[in-house]
């Protein structure tokens, strides 16, 4: 399996899927604005609210997975990674991936309590890709 290439692919999508695990054990999936901070296949980071219904899940049960994909005309690309998903509070975690913008959703800025950063943490995956699959680990 080519990492890089993996990782590239990731890096080109717009949008992530995040998946949780809700409090009676049933997988929940969001929509996300692709990352804000990507080490390799490793680490993931996005911006959300405090008070989202994902924090409270990640709270809980932090098992997580999330999902990159690409249609073409007719190719379709996908790439899931499973890990664990931690809620990051701390003003240093906070500061390195604020955007210019972003008192859009947090009118309190870098420093309001309703903002927070959740970093995935990938431990394997699985790419599909012209009708083949393969997994991976990440080491």
Same mark, same amino acid.
């Given at each position: 399996?080519? $990492?890089?290439?993996?990782?590239? @692919?990731?890096?080109?999508?717009? *949008?992530?899927?995040?998946? #949780? %695990?809700?409090?009676?054990? @049933? =997988? ?6 692709? =990352?804000?901070?990507? $080490? ?7 911006? /959300?609210?405090? #008070? #989202?219904?994902? *924090? ?5 049960? #932090?098992?997580?997975?999330?999902? @990159? ?9 996908? %790439? ?6 931690? *809620? ?22 870098? /420093?309001? =309590?309703?903002?927070? *950063? ?5 431990? $394997? ?7 083949? /699959? ?6």
């Amino acid at each position: 399996m080519d $990492s890089k290439k993996i990782s590239d @692919f990731i890096r080109k999508q717009k *949008v992530a899927f995040i998946c #949780s %695990v809700d409090e009676e054990g @049933f =997988p929940n999936v969001k929509a996300m604005l692709k =990352p804000r901070k990507i $080490s390799g296949l490793h680490q993931f980071y996005f911006s /959300t609210n405090t #008070s #989202s219904l994902r *924090v409270k899940q990640y709270m809980n049960d #932090s098992r997580a997975c999330i999902y @990159f994909y690409h249609k073409g005309l007719i190719k379709y690309t996908g %790439v899931m990674l499973k890990g664990k998903m931690e *809620v990051l509070t701390d003003q240093k975690t906070k500061d390195m991936i604020w955007r210019r913008g972003d008192t859009i959703f947090y009118k309190g800025g870098v /420093t309001d =309590p309703d903002y927070c *950063v959740l970093r995935f943490k990938a431990e $394997s995956g699985r790419y599909y890709c012209d009708l083949k /699959t393969e997994s991976f680990t990440i080491e």
